[in-house]
């Protein structure tokens, strides 16, 4: 049959009405589902009620042929997705005999005693095709039943997520006859803010087709997720790179990666590429910076160390700012972060230093506003640079931009 393509997610779970957990099933299954040419046209949240579940079903029937179901396939009384669906289009529950030895199996891995009730996690919808959990222990099941397909997954985004990338998407493409690859790249930018990439690209986005554009803003960050669909293999990679070079001849000074990666990764990258060794003085970012560093494996190979010179008195004696530089301009200043970036550098024997002097907040500190931040850089052999800051926001948010923007101000160092 012929997906009409007219989709609607229903989430089970008192606990998402209760405001418990928020519902990042539905916004995840929507962009997969966008990303395949499926339009979704209704979220629906429903506690753990069987008569409420069915009238939920029932309208989701009249006005959508592919409603696709989250939670509620536990072990537990209140698990009542599949048997309510099962009540409500009139087909009989049955054991999937290898979903239960995968339960069986899993139990036996963690050494845990298996319960009864969880014989009650493998049972299917008879005619469905199974869905392999391969990180939990409920499979999913996708059912194509007079004309209209439903799709149940686990509740939990571990589970679920993986198992609708790996599983029910190659099985909807192939439900629908479609014999094209689908395949993303995430581009990843800074220092640009989402509506401003967007103006900038406005065009692109509004002529989308293939491949499609969906812009992204995260904690300081903007993405495009490029999605492109053929069934060769070499001409969904043209069009990516096609599309993604025209992006770049526009944004590219903002561009710094791929797909998962982070600022502070592709910083670590630049290190080891060039050869060159980092180290830190921190005041108000208190070693925010250096603990991003040092959680990536290996980080002895180019950062050196530093210190969280909090006080007037450990800029001085950690990092040799003069006092001064301090008596006539101040902690949170363009000079006491020069004298920190150097000092460190020159303490440690690194090729390059870096530091971190402002005003988090609340409150205002020496004159200057919650906001206020001055990172420097001192590179062997060359001049100090400080650059200025005015950050708003919280207390946490302006500690992480300001370290966010310490490592774009490296790369854009050993980029040169």
Not at 292 to 305: D, I, K, Q
Request: with cysteine.
């Amino acid at each position: 049959m012929k997906l009409e393509r007219k989709a609607e997610i229903i989430a089970v779970g008192s606990e998402l009405l209760l405001g418990q957990i928020a519902n990042t099933n539905a916004q995840f299954i929507s962009k997969q589902l966008a990303e395949i040419g499926i339009n979704v046209f209704y979220h629906t949240a429903v506690g753990d009620n069987p008569e409420r579940l069915k009238q939920v079903i029932k309208t989701a029937q009249e006005r959508s042929d592919f409603i696709i179901f989250s939670g509620g396939l536990g072990p537990t009384k209140d698990d009542l997705t599949k048997e309510t669906i099962a009540e409500v289009v009139g087909r009989p529950l049955q054991l999937d005999e290898e979903a239960f030895q995968s339960i069986e199996d899993y139990f036996k891995k963690t050494n845990r005693t298996m319960s009864p009730n969880n014989r009650k996690q493998a049972l299917i919808l008879e005619g469905s095709d199974v869905l392999p959990n391969r990180f939990g222990m409920a499979p999913g099941m996708l059912l194509e039943h007079e004309s209209r397909f439903y799709m149940l997954l686990p509740g939990p985004p571990k589970e679920l997520n993986p198992m609708f990338e790996n599983e029910a998407k190659p099985l909807i493409l192939e439900k629908l006859g479609s014999k094209e690859k689908i395949v993303s790249r995430v581009l990843r930018f800074f220092g640009i803010g989402e509506s401003q990439l967007e103006t900038d690209l406005e065009d692109l986005i509004d002529a989308q087709t293939n491949p499609t554009i969906a812009p992204l803003a995260a904690d300081g960050e903007v993405t495009l997720r490029l999605t492109a669909k053929h069934a060769d293999p070499a001409e969904t990679e043209r069009l990516l790179k096609e599309t993604e070079d025209r992006i770049l001849e526009r944004v590219g000074e903002f561009f710094y990666g791929y797909d998962d990666t982070s600022l502070v990764e592709e910083l670590a990258k630049a290190c080891v590429r060039k050869g060159m060794t980092l180290s830190a003085a921190e005041s108000f970012t208190g070693g925010l910076f250096s603990s991003w560093l040092t959680e990536l494996s290996g980080a002895s190979e180019y950062f050196r160390g530093g210190a969280v010179c909090y006080t007037n008195e450990l800029k001085v004696s950690a990092a040799g700012v003069s006092e001064e530089t301090l008596n006539r301009f101040g902690a949170v200043s363009a000079e006491c972060a020069k004298e920190l970036a150097a000092g460190i550098r020159n303490k440690t024997g690194s090729d390059i230093g870096i530091s971190f002097t402002g005003v988090a907040g609340p409150n205002t500190q020496e004159g200057h506003p919650a906001g206020k931040v001055f990172i420097g850089v001192s590179v062997n052999g060359k001049a100090e640079e400080v650059h200025e800051f005015m950050f708003a926001g919280s207390r946490s948010a302006v500690r992480k931009r300001s370290a966010k923007y310490g490592c774009h101000l490296l790369l854009n160092v050993l980029g040169k």
